[in-house]
């Protein structure tokens, strides 16, 4: 991969700069952690991989009063820190196909860092909702039971599940998937509220 401009630190202050309500700031968390256990797994550039999930939504903290701003303003703010076309274009596809971003809506994903990007950041909504419907605690979490709450699309309705499922078009089941997301979330459970 490329040379990344910033380090880890430096990456979460810009992304700290730009958002402020917690519950975004452990979304963008575990989104890094996924994507840095799914590097792991495909044997990819772990902190390059992690840093697209740390910073995919850097511009939600201003777009989220006009839904259809989200991601417009997100290349500006990443080029004048230093990160190059690809990074940015890799950030873009896990906004592709939707309708709310008409900038977006007619791409489609093709890569395999596009399809991890987009299933790996919105796996962590499904993780998190069922944490903390198990009063926070992800520490006992397994697959099985992720994938019972994956299928009652009643729980955390509002969750992209054909997103999720674009991960089995890079080689890896729902199962294998949850277990990642479920084992890298654990990881940092401290830093984003569970237990």
């Not at 290349?75 to 977006?104: Q, R, V």
């Amino acid at each position: 991969m490329t040379n990344l401009p910033m380090n880890r630190q430096q990456a979460l202050e810009l992304v700290k700069r730009h958002n402020t309500e917690p519950a975004d700031l452990n979304h963008y968390l575990e989104s890094e952690a996924v994507l840095r256990g799914l590097a792991e797994h495909f044997k990819e550039d772990v902190e390059y991989w992690g840093m697209l999930g740390l910073l995919h939504d850097i511009d939600w903290g201003t777009a989220k009063e006009n839904v259809t701003a989200h991601l417009t303003k997100m290349p500006e703010m990443l080029m004048n820190a230093g990160f190059d076309k690809e990074f940015i274009e890799n950030i873009l596809s896990h906004g592709y196909g939707f309708e709310e971003l008409p900038h977006l809506a007619n791409k489609k994903r093709t890569e395999r860092i596009h399809y991890a990007l987009a299933a790996g950041e919105t796996v962590t909504g499904l993780v998190h909702a069922y944490a903390l419907m198990r009063g926070k605690k992800i520490s006992d979490m397994d697959a099985k039971g992720l994938m019972k709450k994956f299928k009652d699309k009643a729980f955390a309705a509002k969750i992209h599940r054909e997103i999720i499922k674009e991960i089995e078009k890079i080689g890896l089941s729902l199962e294998e998937f949850f277990e990642i997301a479920i084992r890298a979330i654990k990881k940092i459970k401290n830093e984003v509220g569970l237990e």
